[in-house]
């Protein structure tokens, strides 16, 4: 079993503070939406503990922020802008999949309706540039702080096109490997280069160590896109929060699937054709589809392609001049990233 | 007949050179939603003309402006983003009001599917951030740029606020007139007030000046919204582009109605009740609804509260020094919203 990296639990309370300042003193009962899905309170405005994500994003923003620069605390701002263009995503990204439930709990819009959850996605998003705005209070100057929003929204960009690709292939079957990449580089893995670029921008004037640490976050983010695919089909439900095979009932192009429809042959790829053609996928058609998978070994050739894009992000390493410390974080977020179980 | 103030004409094609240009390059299929809810292509990607709205705000953004400064070019990026704020808000809304119509055209959703236009109208939100920016090429000082960022998130906030409480009232029989007001000042009036400050903001140092410009915009903002509620009720349909009535079949708690919900007596107000507790509003329903308004002469009060917002708007302009030419366009500004049919 992975363990998390020491650095995630070094961070949380200065990114949880941070979040809060940012959302305090909104008291239209709107914010409730935005409090409950960051896990603080429940739905009828109780404050609740332990529900909130992994902020990996905002770890990795601060993690590589100390690595380059000494002191995290300067780019809290960031780091907590981060979490919420990554939650405002999330928000929505339920109502999109009509996904009733995340993390054992309910979801914003199976709660609030959809019309609401769409306001408190895009407040979230808004909330994010005004959490930016906090850098010039901690001695960001004028140039920086523009690059820093330059580059979140340019990413957040990114990880839109990502989420109409993700939609769009959901109506295709000709979804190649290639496509599958281009999609996910934009969703997932824009916003934790993003992450990890923003760290070293506001640390450092060296665009060398600022485009390693961005191919370092990108690969990541590819492994860990990847990785989440794998456990959306044969990751342990109760880890995962999600049914057994659940990204295959919800027929998204997910690596292990595009892999099966591009590599398996004659009457394994009509099989798999034909179940994706479908109105719905039923027991019969999952448990097909599963075997196909597990005919053409996708599985291990996903875990293969998990690792090589972790292997990938860890010899952008070797182009920086790290102290052991930060070494040994970044390579422990990484091996975790690759074998997490949820 | 209202004729639009002659500012109107003035900056249109500038305006839509600087949208024109923030939009340039970005080549994702998903623009093209972008492009078409602008009114600048059509569903199939072909150009086509016309189709484009009134673009009030960018036009009060720098009437203001060019009344403080003289020069409004150095304006146009921040008016371009307020015309942003302001289509993401359109897009969204179509999504949650389950419009399949817009100045006679279909909506986004009804073409691409909600999730997609989702996907659209956040991006649109995200342009205007990176159009904001633009203002650092034209020579607005970092610390001005700050204040307009914070101005024009802050508004959009607002107008999120509103948008939550404007659903929030459809299904209550209890809103009153206040409630309205604080409503649509959130909903509508917050981003006119941004368009007004923030011409302001951007060409002069006087608080006075922004402040009575704010004024000036929320005033016109709640007058603009109260005349489109009644509009909703009694507009030209071939004008407005709605069918006759089409916010009572819809439940909205539009001014005349609130008005005739708080103020109509024993049976008059038993009956609009009825008609907003039944699951439809069919035909006889929306009569009789029409009759009750026709009995408090909610027409005619509604009326006189734009012109009320009007004259609070007009009054605002006595506090500042204006050439004539600014006066005149500014005054026929007022009366245009008071007065529009469309």
Redesign the interface.
């Known amino acids: 079993m992975m363990k998390l990296p020491l650095a995630f639990e070094r961070y949380r309370t200065d990114i949880d503070a941070e979040l809060r300042t940012v959302l305090a003193e ?1 008291d ?3 914010y409730d939406m935005l409090r409950y899905h960051l896990g603080w309170i429940d739905e009828k405005g109780n404050a609740v503990q332990g529900a909130a994500g992994k902020a990996m994003r905002p770890i990795l923003c601060l993690l590589v922020h100390e690595t380059v620069a000494g002191d995290y605390r300067k780019a809290l701002p960031a780091a907590a802008a981060i979490e919420l263009v990554h939650n ?1 995503s999330l928000i ?1 990204d339920d ?3 009509d996904d009733r439930e995340r993390h054992h709990r309910p979801t914003v819009w199976s709660i609030w309706g ?3 959850a ?2 408190a ?3 979230m ?3 994010a ?2 959490a930016m ?1 906090r850098l ?1 209070g901690h001695g960001a100057p ?2 920086k ?2 690059q820093a ?2 580059l979140l ?2 990413s ?2 990114r990880l ?2 990502g ?3 993700d ?2 292939f959901e109506s295709r079957l000709d979804v190649r490997v290639d496509d599958y990449l281009a999609m996910i580089e934009r969703k997932t893995a824009s916003l934790i280069a993003c992450s990890t670029e923003m760290g070293a921008l506001l640390g450092s004037e060296d665009q060398k160590i600022r485009h390693a640490f961005r191919e370092y976050g990108r690969n990541l983010g590819l492994a860990f896109q990847i990785r989440d695919d794998l456990l959306g089909i044969w990751g342990d439900p109760v880890r995962t929060g999600k049914p057994v095979g659940s990204d295959i009932r919800r027929k998204k192009k997910s690596f292990p699937v595009v892999y099966g429809l591009e590599y398996t042959k004659r009457e394994a790829n009509a099989a798999l054709k034909d179940i994706y053609c479908a109105e719905v996928i039923d027991d019969q058609g999952l448990s097909t589809a599963l075997d196909v998978l597990h005919d053409v070994r996708a599985e291990a050739y996903t875990q293969q392609m998990v690792e090589q894009y972790r292997d990938l992000a860890l010899a952008q390493l070797a182009n920086i001049n790290l102290s052991p410390w930060s070494r040994q974080n970044l390579e422990e977020t990484a091996d975790f990233v690759a074998g997490r179980e949820y």
Do not use: W
């Open positions: 909104r239209s009962p709107m405002f929505h109502i999109q999949d959809k019309p609401q769409i306001n996605g895009t407040a998003r808004v909330m540039s005004l705005l010039a004028a140039e702080l523009l929003q330059r929204d340019e957040c960009l839109i096109e989420q109409y690709l939609i769009s």
